[in-house]
């Protein structure tokens, strides 16, 4: 057996800690702009209307999904040094054109569409930081790197519109340099902080990360993709065939996991002022301040499980994290008799824009503000009698909707962590980068699609349909998670090398 040595030991882990750091800026590269993206998207171009703004959210979900195998294809075969540095570039030079975009005449908006989708296709690197983690970590220091990651991703979510909100103050006119045909306002500062960003991750790639590879014991060795030094003791350990029933369970799972979230988050507005008669700046600020706590409590329960995982063991902690989920939607449906308020009132104004059923259903940070003319004090609340559903579902009580958010924020960062915690157990020493690019592709696909179900079932069928439907999809997960619950194991204690 080869000992590794302290110097490899703190080697690999500050590797590690780049890539927490390449995850982090990747998910605030996300949500950075996203509460300016309708704003600034009407300023460069009048003529994008909502159902265009939902093209852009979701560009971001599809250059990822494109981009994730590709990544981890190259990673399976190169120093994983190449994909993550041309990765981030692609990043840095794509929030630079979004600053760009207010130059040209016309087709701004297009613009605006391929920046998203290269930020996007930049953040297919996801692939590559989670197998070079899976790949770097022994099995008992595995599911605490994993936590780690996923909680900092979590912080660039929650953190990415706070940079956003700071920047807010340098105004919408800002200061112009005109040698570079560049405005730094509030839609352009926060993308060019992310560019610089990532300019900042690429010098530390190069001078601190490093390739590394142990196996589930903790022993170093040279993979196939390495230009360091290691042993070749493990090549009797990669022998054997992966599981790939556990493995397309597991994405199967994963894409469940996102899917579910994807609803919730999308549907928070359009629920909140469909029930509780809120206004669109109601909506959007409290349940920003919801999805702001959920996001505190998913980094929690992102350190707690570590801990609980090294007792319980990670299937058992995925069955429970379901079943949070599962109770949560569960909540959701409506049981009493009271009704909503219903909004009757239909305004004919040509002056006030009308809302047309993608833009209510778009998620709260994306939703533009409702212009009223001097005449009108107050905009239409309530649940709009064109959905049919308003007439005779029951109203989902506020402290239904609170306790749901408490159990869902609970349940769906224990199953993100779980899910990718056994899928890189079950992969082994094999390089996983193919089958992480998979994983994260199939974690983009469900965060296209979800809006989707929400505004064609949520829309026309009402809540009663929509939650029930998801309840139906998590009891289905279950079952499928019971099914294949014995071969969710790691591949080295499949193969004897190793006791669970």
């Not at 075969?77 to 540095?85: D, G, H, S």
């Not at 590559?128 to 599911?143: F, H, K, Q």
């Not at 190069?206 to 493990?234: C, P, T, W």
């Amino acid at each position: 057996d080869v000992v590794e040595t302290q110097e490899h030991y703190k080697s690999r882990w500050r590797s590690i800690w780049i890539m927490y750091l390449t995850m982090f800026l990747s998910s605030v590269g996300f949500s950075i702009v996203i509460m300016s993206v309708w704003p600034y998207l009407q300023k460069i171009d009048p003529t994008a209307d909502a159902s265009f703004l939902g093209w852009i959210i979701a560009s971001y979900s599809i250059g990822q999904m494109v981009a994730s195998p590709l990544f981890g294809l190259w990673s399976n075969y190169r120093p994983r040094r190449e994909p993550l540095v041309i990765s981030t570039a692609i990043s840095v030079a794509a929030n630079c054109l979004y600053a760009y975009v207010h130059v040209p005449h016309s087709h701004n908006k297009y613009y605006m569409l391929t920046a998203r989708a290269l930020v996007g296709f930049g953040a297919g690197n996801v692939a590559v930081v989670r197998s070079y983690i899976a790949g770097a970590t022994s099995l008992t220091e595995r599911t605490s790197a994993m936590a780690n990651t996923s909680a900092c991703q979590a912080v660039g979510f929650i953190l990415g519109p706070v940079f956003q909100t700071c920047f807010t103050l340098i105004g919408e006119e800002g200061v112009t340099w005109k040698f570079l045909c560049l405005q730094l306002n509030m839609y352009t500062t926060p993308v060019l902080f992310g560019a610089l960003l990532g300019v900042i991750n690429i010098i530390l790639i190069f001078a601190i990360f490093r390739e590394h590879r142990v196996d589930d014991m903790g022993r170093q060795y040279k993979s196939l993709n390495s230009d360091g030094e290691g042993s070749e003791v493990l090549d009797q350990n990669t022998e054997g065939s992966i599981d790939h029933v556990a493995v397309v369970a597991l994405n199967i799972l994963f894409f469940v996991i996102l899917f579910v979230f994807a609803v919730f988050e999308t549907i928070a507005t359009p629920l909140t002022m469909d029930m509780y008669s809120w206004t669109r700046k109601e909506a959007v600020l409290y349940n920003g301040i919801i999805l702001s706590a959920i996001g505190i409590e998913s980094v929690i329960v992102f350190m707690v499980v570590k801990t609980l995982s090294k007792k319980t063991g990670e299937r058992a902690i995925l069955h429970a994290g379901l079943l949070v989920v599962l109770v949560g939607f569960f909540i959701l449906l409506p049981w009493g008799k009271k009704l909503p308020n219903i909004q009757w009132q239909e305004i004919k104004n040509s002056s006030i824009p009308r809302t047309a059923p993608s833009e209510m259903l778009a998620p709260f940070w994306s939703l533009p503000e409702l212009q009223l003319p001097s005449n009108h004090t107050a905009e239409p609340v309530g649940c709009p009698v064109t959905q049919s559903w308003c007439l005779n579902t029951p109203l989902i009580y506020l402290a239904q909707y609170i306790s749901s958010d408490v159990l869902i924020g609970l349940g769906y960062p224990v199953c993100n962590v779980m899910s990718y915690t056994l899928y890189s157990k079950v992969l082994g020493p094999k390089p996983q980068g193919v089958y992480m690019g998979w994983l994260t592709a199939s974690g983009s696909g469900a965060r296209i699609l979800g809006p989707v179900f929400v505004s064609q079932i949520y829309t026309h069928l009402g809540p009663r349909w929509a939650f029930s439907l998801i309840c139906g999809v998590v009891v289905v997960s279950l079952l499928l998670l019971e099914i294949v619950y014995k071969r969710l194991i790691a591949f080295s204690v499949r193969y004897g090398r190793m006791q669970e």
